[in-house]
């Protein structure tokens, strides 16, 4: 399961080096610099040989995935969890009841599994401030990344994390793992086909609601900073006295993440943009607020516009209310026909004046996937494996990730800005002034269908 677009590195070259060129001089001043000597080379992955798999960070997200990949190297053999890295001594206890490692192998500083030559990749599951320096070190280090979404905390180091992955000619996959559900690759043949004509709208949310809050993680009472290395754990980040408050729950806060749009938003985005047709925004806009959950940085209900050179993308969500994701379904429409994507089903159903007009199916179809949601984060592992072995892109490598990256988090410095934010797909910059919108003279002719018929009494 790959992307669509010729995999050539000439063509990944000019992407790489326009996301660079992209960055403001202030970006370019914070660049960041591999924190390890680069390796000229590194284990190439036969068709036959164990995966050897390096986890950096085992938190929530990482140890699903650890429980996830033992199960896998258990039963499949085609992989080895045979390292873990992570600033937590509960978390690194954990990991290693789970995986049965030798405790050599369970350490506190990821660069210590980087620097490790039997080590072939590794999987990065930390608050969002730490990806694009990982990634970048695990990539001069000579491994390939399956990195959790969204790709990195800002736009600019997104730029910076395809321009490395192309630079040290290693594999990414982005953690978002609906990008690999089997109802999202029927759309994008739905489409491609011409099922609903010209696209020109979808519409997504992800909402969630609880008492105590989204992302009020229990804290571990016992947690200290004698168990936690916090000087580790903040890394680039403003310096502050240790906080099992924003080290439990750092999605709540600007400084690690970016909340709804980074932690949810990317994975309704990502999907859809890749089905519709993937490629870069022009306009981007969000408003919303926090409204009831007054005990973070970022927004508890958020909405975003995304236009993009053909068509537009609207996300709304609320951390407050569950309702829309019963309300607010996920639908794209086009010009002769609407596709429904909700629960185990894709339903196509037809602009029936349209689709009469142009001669075009006018009945309704539907398609079914009930495993779809279950098998997807397999499916997503499985296609960073296989990739790793053929040096293809996989279904989220860099240039989707940081097309949807851009979507999402410039969404999200509208809302912060208050205005609009511009971005040119051409050049892969941002601008302060956008291209004029079109306006088109009619031709003055009737409708070649003919006269239209009134209903008879």
């Known amino acids: 399961m790959t992307n669509d677009k010729p995999n050539t590195r000439r063509a990944f070259l000019a992407t790489a080096a326009a996301a660079t060129s992209a960055m403001s001089a202030a970006a ?31 938190g929530i997200m990482g140890t699903g995935h650890l429980r ?104 990414l996959q982005v953690g978002s793992q609906f990008l690999s559900d089997e109802r999202w690759h029927k759309v994008k043949e739905l489409i491609g086909e011409g099922a609903i004509g010209e696209v020109l709208w979808g519409q997504t949310t992800y909402s969630r609601n609880s008492v105590v809050g989204e992302w009020n993680y229990y804290v571990d009472e016992e947690a200290t900073p004698e168990n936690i290395d916090w000087t580790k754990w903040l890394g680039s980040a403003k310096k502050r006295p240790f906080s099992a408050e924003r080290f439990f729950r750092w999605r709540k806060y600007w400084e690690y993440s970016n909340g709804i749009a ?26 919303g607020g926090i409204f009831i959950q007054k005990d973070r940085d970022v927004p508890d209900t958020l909405a975003m516009i995304a236009e993009y050179p053909n068509f537009m993308i609207v996300v709304a969500g609320s951390m407050a209310n569950s309702a829309p994701n019963r309300y607010l379904p996920e639908v794209i429409y086009g010009h002769s026909g609407t596709i429904l994507v909700e629960n185990t089903k894709v339903t196509v159903t037809p602009e029936m004046q349209v689709s009469r007009a142009l001669n075009r199916p006018t009945e309704g179809k539907s ?25 293809q ?38 601008t302060r002034r956008a291209a004029s919108r079109p306006a088109y003279e009619g031709d003055g002719k009737n409708s070649p269908l003919g006269p239209r018929k009134e209903p008879s009494v």
């Open 28 to 58: 370019k001043e914070r660049m960041i610099k591999p924190g390890i000597p680069a390796k000229s080379a590194s284990r190439t992955v036969g068709a036959n040989d164990r995966i050897r798999v390096g986890m950096i960070g085992v």
């Open 68 to 171: 996830a990949f033992v199960k896998q190297q258990d039963t499949d053999k085609d992989i080895e969890v045979a390292a873990i890295a992570d600033v937590y001594k509960r978390h690194r206890e954990r990991a290693q009841a789970i995986s049965r490692l030798d405790p050599k192998n369970i350490v506190v500083d990821y660069r210590e599994v980087l620097e490790r030559p039997d080590i072939d990749c590794v999987l990065i599951a930390t608050p969002d401030h730490w990806h694009a320096q990982m990634a970048i070190d695990a990539f001069a280090a000579g491994k390939d990344v399956y990195l959790q979404k969204p790709i990195t905390l800002t736009v600019d180091e997104s730029a910076q994390v395809i321009a490395a992955a192309q630079k040290y000619n290693r594999v």
């Open 262 to 287: 980074s932690d949810l938003f990317y994975h309704r985005v990502g999907p859809m943009l890749y089905s519709m047709g993937a490629q870069y925004p022009t306009r981007i806009s969000g408003g």
């Open 367 to 391: 398609f079914d996937f009930p495993n779809a949601v279950r098998e997807m984060g397999r499916r997503h592992s499985d296609n960073f494996f296989s990739c790793m072995r053929t040096r």
């Open 393 to 430: 892109t996989p279904v989220l490598g860099p240039e989707l990730a940081n097309q949807i990256m851009v979507s999402v988090m410039l969404g999200c410095e509208s809302w912060r800005a208050a205005e609009m934010k511009l971005f040119d797909p051409a050049t892969k910059k941002r």
